[in-house]
């Protein structure tokens, strides 16, 4: 694709800090999906001073799609990004600088130019760097519950709070994963299959319990491949599937979708005291005494990672593996302490 030249030179005026004229450029796709396109845009940016500087931009595009109870999410980021919320962030939690937002209503399709980051990520993240972010987050979502700014208020396109519920309930009423953990031929030890029935039998308690807890502001895609440690802070990245939810939805996140299986039941012992923690700095929970994690981890993704089970050609030992460790953690100090 194509770059608007006077869009490039604007964008890197802001980024470098200086008025640049003109600029040479080479993109290549970092990730792609049903989104959109995620693009690096590097080269060499002529100032009006006359000096030439190197740079890094992301330039991320996204068509208008409707992902299951959640039809605004293609456009939740540019939402965002016009809202004010960047007001709450601190140096050592916030998300990547945006340059340039704009919209298509025409195409459905939004652009935004955003800083590059380049920080730890992904498999690469340590115990450490877990822990830090599961107490980065909850300081910053134990600020926005207590304070309350504004600009909150004017947030109108934003996930469901029964997001997870209606979820849940979706999966569950799929024959192919519900109907394979309580057949005959079913591959997956008979212990695993019990903890996930066990949490169908008991769902309507288990969600009475869970709607007790504080709705904080959820970012909902609060994995590792969205998660970067940069100058001892975290930034976050990929704000589409934020919404309104309940206190712990996003520690569940980390600890299971996709982390390294062999620390998990470390990680939940360490994120959900580091999570609690950072968040009461801001606002007193010391009331909470049942945090609900383990069934919040059960309930997003025990049917997800029977589907993946299901449907793996190479990998079924890690999705049954990522099972085994939640079953592990059924009987941890922390699913009633926090």
């Known amino acids: 694709m194509n770059i608007k030249e006077e869009v490039l ?22 990730h792609g999906g049903t989104l ?54 601190t140096r050592t939690f916030r998300w990547p600088k945006c340059y340039h937002a704009e919209i298509n209503d025409d195409e ?40 309350q700014p504004s600009f909150l208020k004017n947030l109108t396109n934003m996930s469901s709070v029964d997001y997870v519920k209606n979820y849940y309930l979706h999966y569950r009423s799929w024959p192919v994963v519900y109907d394979y953990i309580r057949s005959q031929d079913c591959e997956i030890p008979k212990h695993i299959c019990e903890m996930l029935i066990a949490i169908d039998e008991n769902s309507d308690e288990v969600f009475r319990r869970i709607e007790r807890l504080p709705i904080v502001l959820c970012h909902r895609d609060f994995w590792v491949a969205n998660i970067f440690y940069l100058d001892d802070s975290i930034v976050l990245i990929d704000w589409d599937t934020t919404g309104w939810g309940y206190l712990g939805e996003d520690i569940a996140s980390l600890i299971a979708d ?16 580091a999570y ?26 025990g049917y997800r990672l029977v589907e993946w089970y299901i449907n793996a050609n190479y990998e079924k030992s890690l999705h049954l593996n990522t099972l085994q460790k939640i079953y592990e953690m059924r009987n941890s100090r922390t699913n009633h302490q926090t």
Not at 46 to 57: F, Q, R, T, V
Not at 115 to 135: F, N, Q, T
Not at 276 to 301: P, Q, R, V, W
């Open 258 to 273: 996709e982390s390294d299986v062999c620390h998990m039941v470390e990680y939940y012992e360490r994120c959900i005291p």
């Open 108 to 147: 459905n399709e939004i652009q935004l130019w955003m800083e590059y980051i380049h920080g730890v990520s992904g498999s690469s993240l340590s115990p450490d760097m877990y822990e830090r972010a599961a107490k980065e987050l909850g300081r910053f979502q134990g600020k926005l519950y207590s304070e």
């Open 36 to 89: 959109g396109t995620v693009r690096l845009v590097t080269g060499i940016a002529k100032a009006a001073s006359g000096s030439k500087l190197p740079y890094k931009i992301v330039w991320k595009t996204q068509k208008k799609w409707e992902r299951y109870g959640d039809p605004g999410s293609w456009r939740r980021e540019y939402d965002l990004y016009q809202s004010g919320l960047d007001t709450a962030f």
């Open 276 to 301: 609690y923690k950072g968040f009461s700095e801001y606002a007193d929970i010391s009331h909470i005494t049942d945090n609900c994690i383990y069934e919040l981890i059960l309930l997003m993704f």
């Open 9 to 30: 030179t604007s964008v890197l005026s802001k980024a470098l800090g200086t008025t640049i004229v003109q600029a040479e450029y080479q993109s290549r796709e970092l």
